[in-house]
């Protein structure tokens, strides 16, 4: 059974600092994806990862996937308050054909001024 | 917005009762995956539809049940329901089914229900 472990699960950071978000996974997959939700909204797709070695970035947020290591990373750069919200990675694994999502348990990130 | 639409956005009702929620999904997808999310659960897959048929089945207890209709709009339905079944449940909606094949799913914006 695929297991998604995300760290650290709450994360409390100042403006203008760096973190990273840190996802680990058992079973091989080339497809991960990294997903944004805001309070009682629904989850925002912010990247899609495809294979070994890729990253990808957007404004201060960069993802990288390392499917040798099974490892997804999101780091932060200069963060802001707008930041603030629930991030979770996903893992594609297949099944009957077809895929599911394997979500971690997510980061709640708080940016304070 | 995602282009996936669900009803309703809230809904709150008693134990033992049943209820049906509805998703479309974005114009031009065949697939409709349903998931629940709970304070202790997390994000889980439900089950999947393609072009009306289910391709894929999660952790989904058998008083639930889906199916998807030919206008490719899907419903979950609920039954005998009980307090733990409090939760948000997505829809999410692609263009493929294809494992292998990039997939990405595009979420509602999900229905709350509470059961008290």
């Known amino acids: 059974e695929l297991k998604v472990e995300q760290n650290p699960l709450f994360l409390s950071m100042q403006e203008g600092k760096n973190y990273t978000i840190y996802c680990n996974y058992s079973?091989?997959?080339?497809?991960l994806y990294w997903y944004r939700q805001d309070p009682g909204k629904s989850l925002e797709s912010l990247f899609v990862l495809l294979s070994n070695g890729a990253v990808k970035q957007e404004g201060r947020l960069m993802a990288s996937l390392d499917t040798k290591a099974r490892l997804s990373t999101l780091h932060i750069t200069a963060a802001v308050h707008d930041l603030s919200a629930t991030y979770f990675c996903a893992v594609a694994l297949p099944q009957g054909g077809s895929e599911k999502l394997v979500f971690g348990k997510g980061t709640k990130l708080t940016v304070n001024p | 917005d995602s282009g996936v639409t669900q009803t309703p956005k809230h809904l709150i009702t008693a134990t033992g009762q049943r209820v049906t929620l509805r998703c479309s999904p974005r114009?031009?997808?065949?697939?409709v995956y349903w998931y629940q999310q709970s304070l202790d659960q997390g994000l889980q897959f439900l089950i999947q539809y393609y072009n009306g048929e289910e391709r894929a089945k999660g952790n989904i207890l058998e008083r639930f049940s889906a199916q998807q209709f030919p206008d490719l709009h899907s419903e979950l339905n609920l039954s005998s329901l009980e307090l733990g079944d409090s939760a948000l449940y997505f829809c999410?909606?692609?263009?493929?089914?294809?494992?292998?094949?990039?997939?990405?799913?595009?979420f509602g914006p999900g229905t709350r229900l509470t059961v008290l």
């Open positions: 079973t091989t997959s080339d497809r």
């Open positions: 999410a909606s692609s263009y493929s089914s294809l494992a292998g094949v990039y997939n990405e799913q595009f």
């Open positions: 114009s031009g997808d065949l697939s």
